[in-house]
């Protein structure tokens, strides 16, 4: 058999399984390389309890390498250019040639695409950012806190709604709740609105139930540093004490340049096969946009959430499908849509949001009861991920099927 080279663009959630994976299904004759700008790689769920200061950096960040299995080459630097056509990809630290190219370069933060945003807004939705905004919480002696969601598409769609319960929770454990005023802003109707309006108001009274206020069709114009305003179109503005943004979201440049982007910048793909309009080409996770049936608001379909358990299972399937190419085989792994989230209300309990997102006429999404048993599913989760191979991966995994069995969830693993 031919030899064949493979090249992963991104080594984020849908990249490390993706060059994973293959790693395990091909035989040493073929070359995977994936290519990550940063030599660390951290959990994002996490964010939320490294901004409530129940995790460190440290805990939840690992360096890449030590993610990826023994025989993935890792390129570390910047992916700059793709040219389909020589089916090459420039690097900041050289060209890489490729048989089989998947992209998982996610999606960006553009707090500087809304005027005065970045030099006001605190946010849970980087490393950093997390930390940051865990020390100005704790030095935060009561008034208007402002929760924006500043743009629409972006990552989690149940995460700022978790940022303000948790948020909520702490202030609660510190005896200062009276103290804080909670109000959340967003473009989107209702919380989640992917998932049709019943879970959208389950949503929004879990959050009003905490004496949060929930502002919705609110779409950020500005804001105003020196007086401390947010600003909506046609919409009245807000003045706060802390404010805590969502940024907007926007691919990375490389991609919207080598012609796969549609013109909102995301990837268009084959929602079975995850491929592109060029054949040796796939593209997975946050970078994709994948129309869900039956959602749509006049002229704009509403996509498939930007999450990790999508990137995930996405992943897996390219990989699978890959790998079946190469033998010569018929590819038959398919993406199915089945998604899930634990979304974190404090008190160390989750509730837990699951169904067909690909489902048609429309997506067919439940949410359960909050417990704390999917609160323990998500820390469960989060040590797997963490965990290097080799290590104590493979119990947890059993632990994680038994569970998943258990309360006759899926487990996307
Ligand atoms: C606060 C928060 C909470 C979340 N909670 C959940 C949750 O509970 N459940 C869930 O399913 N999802 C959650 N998500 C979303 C989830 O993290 C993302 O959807 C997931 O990481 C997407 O995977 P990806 O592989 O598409 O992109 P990413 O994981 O973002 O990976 C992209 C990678 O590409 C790299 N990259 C970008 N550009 C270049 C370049 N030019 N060259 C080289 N490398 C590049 C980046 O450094 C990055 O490592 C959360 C996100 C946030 C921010």
Known sequence: ??????????????????????????????????????????????????????????????????????GVELLHGEARGIDLAAHRVETSTGSVTYDFLVVALGAELAPDSIPGLAESAQTFYTCD?????????????????????AGLPFKCPAAPYEGAMLIVDLFQRRGLR???????????SLPMPVAGPELGNAVK?????????????QKLTEVNPATRTISFEGKESFAYDLLVAVPPHRSP??????????QGGWVPVDSATLATKDESVYAIGDITALPLPGRWKPDVPLMLPKAGVFAHAQALVVA???????????????????????????????????????????????????GRSWHLGKVLFEKWWLA???????????????GAKALRVPAVL
């Open 253 to 262: 440049q490389v991609v919207r340049d080598a012609g796969l982007a549609n």
């Open 205 to 217: 009274k879990m959050v009003e139930d905490r004496g949060i206020t929930f502002h919705p069709l």
């Open 388 to 402: 290097t191979p080799g290590t104590k991966k493979d119990s947890l995994r059993l632990l994680m099927e038994l």
């Open 178 to 188: 009276d103290k804080v005023d909670l109000h959340l802003f967003t473009p989107e």
């Open 1 to 70: 058999m031919q030899s064949k080279t493979i090249v992963v663009l991104g080594g984020g959630v849908g990249g490390l399984i993706v060059a994973n994976e293959l790693r395990r299904r091909l035989s040493h004759d073929h070359r995977i390389t994936l290519v990550e700008k940063n030599a660390q790689h951290a959990f994002a769920p996490s964010f939320l309890w490294l901004m409530t200061g129940d995790r460190r950096p440290e805990q939840i960040s690992r360096e890449v390498r030590q993610l990826v299995h023994k």
């Open 320 to 370: 699978r499908r890959i790998a079946d190419r190469i033998a010569g085989q018929a590819a038959g792994h398919t993406f199915s849509g089945e998604g899930y989230c634990m979304l974190e209300a404090g008190e160390h309990l989750a509730g837990f949001a699951s169904g067909q997102f690909l489902a048609k006429p429309s997506p067919q999404i439940k949410l359960r009861q909050i």
């Open 129 to 149: 950012g997390a930390a940051k905004l865990r020390t100005a919480l704790q030095n935060f002696g009561g008034g208007k806190i402002a929760i924006v969601v």
